[in-house]
């Protein structure tokens, strides 16, 4: 069974920028859920979808969005970049969600100029 | 104060010694999750417990939920355990549940 995959692995923005990063999960799994890692912060709950609909939601502003498709594939947002965006952008997947272990992506390597 | 914290930061071990790394947390949770990160940045989930004890080959990890502990052991530690090692918590806030993380505990187990 093929992992959780993140695109693209790398990606260089400009500060208000716009950018998406896109996750497939596990075929089977119906929850995905993302996370920021920051060498300050360390890691940090986003947000979790479960059958196209947010689940949960972590403590961050509106600037940052996703969506989860039919297929389970989601989709995650940040618009109006700012260079404290940078990071290490993960999802993970599992069956049932936050209840249940989760399998992780690589990740994506944001940078913001 | 962090909602989760971890003991020790870093942690050096020779091959074969028997490795404690500690979590502690302040708020009340539906359970506890261990992770581990390696350099490459792959993070692989090693246990999700809410109560006592569970044992994965050379990993155990127990939680004591009265007075909001867990710990994560390796016996018989090789360098390939070598790796950041985090502790994630599942809260209740409002009508979502979300992971709050500990800062991790990098562990270097040399030959």
């Known amino acids: 069974k093929a992992g959780v995959t993140q695109t693209p692995r790398y990606l260089i923005k400009t500060r208000g920028q716009q950018v998406t990063l896109s996750c497939s999960p596990i075929s089977g799994h119906r929850s995905v859920s993302w996370y920021q890692q920051t060498p300050g912060q360390g890691l940090q709950f986003l947000f979790e979808y479960f059958s196209e609909t947010q689940r949960n939601k972590g403590n961050f502003p509106g600037r940052f969005s996703g969506r989860q498709f039919s297929n389970s594939r989601s989709e995650m947002n940040v618009s109006t970049l700012e260079l404290g965006d940078s990071a290490l952008y993960l999802c993970a997947s599992s069956l049932q969600g936050l209840r249940q272990s989760e399998f992780f992506g690589p990740g994506t390597r944001l940078t913001v100029t | 104060k962090n909602e989760v914290e971890q003991s020790p930061q870093n942690l050096t071990a020779q091959e074969g010694e028997f490795i404690t790394i500690n979590c502690s947390y302040s708020?009340?949770?539906?359970?506890l999750h261990w992770l581990q990160q390696h350099p490459g940045g792959g993070i692989v989930s090693l246990f999700m417990l809410s109560s006592g004890k569970k044992k994965h080959g050379r990993l155990i990890a127990t939680i004591n939920i009265q007075e909001k502990h867990s710990s994560l052991h390796i016996t018989a530690s090789h360098p390939r355990d070598s790796a950041v090692y985090i502790c994630?918590?599942?809260?209740?806030?409002?009508?979502?549940?979300?992971?709050?993380f500990g800062k991790g505990t990098k562990l270097t187990v040399n030959p």
């Open positions: 708020v009340g949770i539906s359970a």
């Open positions: 994630a918590v599942r809260v209740r806030e409002g009508g979502s549940e979300k992971l709050v």
